[in-house]
Structure formats: structure tokens, C-alpha cells
């Protein structure tokens, strides 16, 4: 079955701890992006990678990094520098970044504050 | 700098009723526009994309509008159910790399 996989569901980070989502999809797409939704708000864009080891900052790209070592894995480290970092978040992929290709999306990770 | 606006932000309708979701624009430069549901939390589920030179995408039930010149989109439901409860939310493409700017999206409630 293809499809976006994020892991895990469930992610709690303590004080000065970086944290690492996963986010692999097995649609051979060359895109992927990942975004960060808060209660009563849009989503907004962290980061995004157009291929294989190349990757872009998107619009609250601070606190967080990525790496693309893979065309099918996308890992988000959220670090101790990212002083908000309860939110849920949306890994997604594209077949290219091209403008008129659809986005489609992983069942989200919510990461709390212990 | 592309903002885009879901008014009203709930919606509860009785069940069996048509009903038309608004999405506003403020660049109407836009490359696309995509709509998602969003079941509790879950991750979206791409419903519609319209392209630029599109005015209208239809799957199912459901119908999106595109008036690139007014900077609106409407998502058109026909005879809801109560499996249609969810958040609805639009997004624009405005840029190269499918940068989308989203709505805060309507969350729909069906009553049976």
C-alpha cells in the first residue's frame, strides 16, 4: 500500500532535548515537505526538499532541521531552540515540486512538552 | 504576501442539506488550489485540486469553484451525511515548489 508513514504518533520532549520525527513514503516522489499545525491555525511550512540531499527553509524554518539522505526519508530534528514546540506536525510529498502536482499527506505527529 | 481566508469557521447543518464552503484569496497570481479534509487528529486527505486555468473540479459528491479574478474558491457538498463532519481547508499555490499558504479551515458538523 503507498502511502506517507510518520512516526511516532505520539512524541514528548523534555527541557533542552532535540527530538527527531519520522517521516518515510514509499510513492517514489521526488518532494517532500514538512509543516507544523497549531490549534486554531493554518498549517505553516519548516521545511522542504525538491530531491535527494537538497533541502529548503520554509516559512518558520527556526529551532528545526532536516536532511534528506534518501528520496524516501525526510527526518525532522526539533531542537532545544525551538522554545514552542507543542504543535501537531504534517510530513508530505509530492511527485516533484513541480506547481501543479497535488500535495499529499502523513496522519501528523503530535509533540507535547513534558 | 498570499493570506488566505475560511469563513465562517464552524458550520452545523442538518443532514440531507447542500452546502458551500468559502475560501478567499488575496493573490490572485496563484498557480493551483487544493482543498483537504481533515478527520480529528489525523493527517489531511486531499479532496480536490483545481489548476489555474480550471474552473471547476468535481469527484463524487463534491464540487470546487474557481474565480481566480474574485481571489475565491467554493467546495460544494451535495446532500451532506454525517460522514462529512470534519475540517475543511483550502490551500493556495502561489510560488515554485508547491509552496501552498493554507486557511485555518471550517470544521463541519453533519447532525443526523
Known amino acids: 500500500d503507498g502511502g506517507i508513514t510518520q512516526s511516532p504518533k505520539y512524541l514528548f520532549r523534555k527541557e533542552g532535548q532535540n527530538v527527531t520525527l519520522s517521516c518515510e513514503q514509499n510513492l517514489n516522489h521526488d518532494a517532500m515537505y514538512w509543516y507544523r499545525q497549531d490549534p486554531g491555525q493554518g498549517l505553516r511550512l519548516i521545511y522542504y526538499s525538491q530531491i535527494v540531499n537538497d533541502f529548503q527553509k520554509g516559512d518558520i524554518a527556526e529551532g528545526y532541521s532536516v536532511s534528506r539522505e534518501k528520496k524516501e526519508s525526510f527526518p525532522l530534528t526539533v531542537t532545544s531552540a525551538q522554545k514552542n514546540p507543542t504543535a501537531f506536525y504534517l510530513c508530505a510529498s509530492s511527485i516533484s515540486a513541480g506547481i501543479h502536482q497535488p500535495q499529499h499527506f502523513g496522519d501528523g505527529t503530535r509533540l507535547s512538552i513534558l | 504576501k498570499q493570506e488566505v481566508t475560511q469563513i465562517p469557521a464552524a458550520l452545523s447543518v442538518p443532514e440531507g442539506e447542500n452546502l458551500v464552503l468559502n475560501c478567499s484569496f488575496t493573490?490572485?497570481?496563484?498557480?493551483?488550489l487544493q482543498w483537504f479534509r481533515q478527520d480529528p487528529g489525523k493527517g489531511l486527505t486531499s479532496l480536490l485540486l483545481i489548476q489555474s486555468s480550471q474552473r471547476e473540479q468535481t469527484s463524487g459528491r463534491l464540487n470546487a469553484s474557481l474565480d481566480k479574478s474574485s481571489g475565491r474558491s467554493t467546495l460544494y457538498i451535495a446532500a451532506s451525511q454525517p460522514g462529512d463532519s470534519a475540517t475543511y481547508l483550502c490551500?493556495?499555490?502561489?510560488?515554485?515548489?508547491?509552496?501552498?499558504?493554507f486557511g485555518k479551515g471550517i470544521t463541519l458538523s453533519v447532525r443526523p
Open positions: 493573490d490572485s497570481a496563484i498557480y493551483n
Open positions: 490551500a493556495a499555490n502561489t510560488g515554485a515548489n508547491s509552496k501552498l499558504t
